[in-house]
């Protein structure tokens, strides 16, 4: 839920060399655990099934904790705390929506997205939306869509990857970039979904694990929250006010993309197709946001309590707020839990690189020929060839200027939402949808973001504080698909086959 | 149920998901309101920020209760939690948009925080964890999926998938006749 922000703020860190013993010995332990769950995984992957979504048989505490883990990235452990190091409480409004999330993409999403899977052997978000609407111009366009989201977030993730693996190995950057990218392409190429989910089930754990030791050591170091408090309040009021330093504009559009938004992010939606069983769906929004979390404590406890610390002299002034986390780790905490947590950012972003790899390789050779009429004989091997095309290509872009690949991953998370969330968590639930709505709201969302993204970035516009490129987005894209669809209603019944209309009415 | 402006009577189902779609439209609209509002040249008004912190409960308490209506059972017994949640996001915004800025070293701490924050942290963001997750579960079978909901569809995809069988089958029979 928190990638928009995510690699432009690990990106712009320059993470300090973390290269001490035990950091490298965890980290190293890290890895080949990774590796081991991949051999083990790519000898279960044996069709597109298997290869896309795991045979549709993962149950449902791996899935809430893979799913845990896709929905947080790096930002959450390194630029979030130093997000609300910088600007205060108003920071929280990304965090904030986990409360709801989860629970609301189970009622708008999960059921009709698992039982469409079971209906019609579904396997992408974009097949859901072509089923729904019997529509190839609408599952083409949203696999463009998500494609376009997927090459920013790639080559993100992919630089955040080489900034983490050179603070723990002292690498290079490049080097970096290479061998996470090698690691994930290992096991994304070999073992698929299947890998990728239970590589996700174990960082998931690390990350919650190192989360939670940071958090009681934090409170534990600070004298408790409330002593915590009493420091800031004393120097610097305002950070604990409602919306920290922020305007509350700028705080609700936080907490309107976050909350919204999160029911067109590809990652966490994709998931639904997985679980074995459909009626284990019943604990999944408990499980999920209980992880969620456990894995969110240090995004809070990290940036309230380093601002504690500096302000009452224990901890130096910082260099920059994205400072926060490597500096109380490295200064503060015992080493063996800057090891985990080093660790823990370093799964946090491969496992968001090999879910949206698999996403895009299933976009190549599944969405895309199936909008012109056509079929991949095997896709499976095309699916494994594709993975590695995007792998690599995430990691040439990545060398690239930092900030050009940070306006790449920015757009991303406003992307999804604008072009999915109507037409799909809306369209599932709503049979007077109509196709040309559907298209008509993800081309504006598409259009729209990357018109005003591109806007910002060129610097040809500036939003009003408070107003976002993303939020503009999808306020658009839900006007035009209510608008469209009305003004087509006569056409809704028609195009909605048996099948889908039973499992729209269940 | 084609669309929210039918103009046939609803069903009680109907009648549910019209208000939901209704309202997701309302809540949407205060949020563009709200944006465009902040395009003003003379700087965003107050009542901006009072749009989207009515606007965004609206509409996610809509947009669940589009997903979680069912038949003529509309939304049943979940009618409580998500009204509670709506007004738990609308009472967190605003207060801390009403409540007068009182931070300060001798604020009164609420586990730990100063009272606006500690209503924001702990209503808007732990209070629907005690209580949406937990209703989605109680409800599960009556109001999300049954095992005969999994099995209807089921049936009807192996309907579907021998009606298909047969249609490729006939060319190829008809083509080489025994």
Redesign the interface.
Same mark, same amino acid.
């Given at each position: 839920m928190i990638r928009m922000v995510n690699v432009s703020a690990l990106l712009q860190v320059a993470l300090p060399n973390a290269a001490r013993p035990a950091v490298v010995a965890v980290g190293i332990i890290y890895f080949a655990v990774v590796l081991g769950i991949s051999v083990w995984a790519a000898r279960r992957t044996r069709t597109a099934a298997d290869f896309f979504v795991a045979g549709k048989g993962i149950g449902l505490v791996a899935l809430s904790v893979a799913s845990v883990s896709v929905s947080v990235s790096g930002f959450a452990f390194i630029g979030g705390p130093g997000f609300i190091y910088a600007v205060g409480?108003g920071a929280?409004y990304i965090?904030?929506p986990?409360?709801?999330t989860?629970?609301?993409g189970?009622?708008?999403?999960a059921?009709r997205m698992r039982?469409l899977g079971?209906? #019609?052997a579904l396997i992408t978000i974009p097949d859901a939306i072509g089923a729904r609407y019997r529509s190839r111009g609408a599952q083409g366009l949203s696999a463009v869509a998500i494609l376009v989201g997927i090459v920013g977030y790639m080559a993100t993730n992919a630089l955040a990857m080489g900034v983490v693996i050179n603070s723990i190995f002292g690498v290079g950057l490049g080097w970096g970039i290479w061998i996470g990218m090698g690691v994930t392409l290992a096991y994304s190429a070999s073992g698929g979904i299947l890998a990728g989910i239970y590589n996700d089930v174990f960082q998931g754990t690390l990350m919650a694990v190192a989360s939670v030791l940071v958090f009681l050591f934090v409170l534990k170091f600070g004298g408790?929250?409330?002593e915590?408090? #009493?420091t800031i309040?004393?120097h610097d009021?305002?950070f604990?006010?409602?919306?920290g330093k922020l305007?509350?504009?700028a705080a609700? $559009?936080f907490?309107?993309v976050f $909350?919204?938004g999160s029911?067109g992010q590809p990652q966490a939606v994709h998931k639904y197709y997985m679980l074995r069983d459909?009626?284990q769906?019943?604990?999944y929004?408990?499980l999920k946001?209980?992880g969620l979390?456990l894995v969110l404590l240090l995004y809070f406890g990290v940036g309230v309590g380093v601002k504690a610390f500096v302000l009452s002299g224990r901890l130096a002034p910082l260099a920059s707020p994205d400072q926060a986390t490597p500096a109380l780790l490295l200064n503060v905490t015992p080493i063996i839990l800057a090891a985990l947590v080093f660790s823990g950012v370093a799964a946090a972003t491969m496992s968001a690189a090999n879910s949206f790899i698999n996403i895009g390789a299933a976009i190549v050779t599944h969405d895309l020929p199936v909008a012109f009429g056509r079929r991949v004989k095997n896709e499976l091997r095309w699916g494994r060839a594709v993975t590695v095309l995007i792998a690599i290509a995430a990691a040439i872009t990545a060398q690239r200027s930092g900030t050009m690949v940070a306006f790449l991953g920015i757009f991303g998370w406003g992307l999804f939402a604008s072009t999915l969330v109507p037409a799909l968590?809306?369209g599932l639930?709503?049979?007077?949808a109509t196709r040309a709505g559907a298209i008509a709201s993800i081309a504006t969302g598409l259009m729209v973001t990357l018109a005003l993204e591109t806007a910002a970035y060129r610097k040809v516009f500036t939003f009003?504080?408070?107003?976002t490129a993303s939020?503009?987005a999808m306020?658009s894209s839900?006007?035009v698909f209510?608008i469209v669809?009305?003004l087509t #209603?006569r056409t809704?019944?028609a195009e909605i086959d048996?099948?889908v209309k039973?499992?729209m009415?269940? | 149920?084609? &669309? /929210?402006?039918?103009r046939t009577a609803p069903t009680g189902e109907d009648a549910t998901?019209r208000a939901a +779609?209704i309202a !997701?439209?309302i809540g949407?609209?205060a949020?563009?309101a709200?944006?465009a509002a902040?395009?003003s040249r003379l700087g965003?008004p107050v009542w901006?920020?009072w749009l !989207?912190?009515l606007g965004?409960p609206i509409?996610?308490g809509a947009?669940?209760v *589009?997903?979680?209506?069912?038949?003529r059972r509309g939304i049943g017994q979940l009618k409580v939690p998500f009204a509670f949640?709506v007004v738990v996001l609308v009472i967190g915004?605003g207060?801390? *948009?009403a409540l007068p800025?009182t931070? &300060?070293?001798l @604020?009164t701490?609420w !586990?730990?925080? /100063?009272a606006?924050?500690a209503?924001?942290?702990y209503g808007?963001?732990? +209070?629907?964890?005690v209580v949406?997750?937990?209703a989605?579960?109680l409800t599960?079978?009556t109001q999300?999926? @049954?095992?005969k909901?999994?099995e209807?569809?089921?049936a009807?995809?192996r309907e579907?998938q021998a009606a298909a069988e047969n249609a490729t089958r006939e060319p190829k029979d008809n083509q080489h006749p025994r």
């Open positions: 409480l929280m965090v904030l986990a409360a709801v989860n629970v609301m189970a009622w708008v999403l059921k039982l079971e209906a #019609r408790g929250l409330g915590i408090s #009493r309040l004393a009021p305002t604990l006010g409602p919306w305007t509350p504009l609700l $559009s907490f309107f $909350s919204m029911l459909p009626l769906l019943k604990w929004p408990l946001t209980l979390v968590a809306v639930n709503w049979q007077g009003p504080a408070g107003v939020a503009v306020v839900f006007l209510f669809s009305w #209603r809704a019944q048996p099948d039973l499992v009415e269940l | 149920m084609t &669309g /929210p402006l039918v998901r +779609l !997701l439209f949407i609209a949020i563009a709200g944006y902040a395009f965003t901006a920020a !989207l912190a965004i509409a996610l947009i669940m *589009l997903g979680a209506a069912r038949g949640v915004f207060a801390a *948009l800025a931070e &300060g070293p @604020s701490l !586990l730990g925080l /100063p606006r924050a209503i924001v942290i808007v963001g732990l +209070l629907p964890i949406l997750p937990i989605y579960a599960f079978e999300t999926l @049954s095992a909901d999994v209807r569809v089921r009807l995809a579907n």
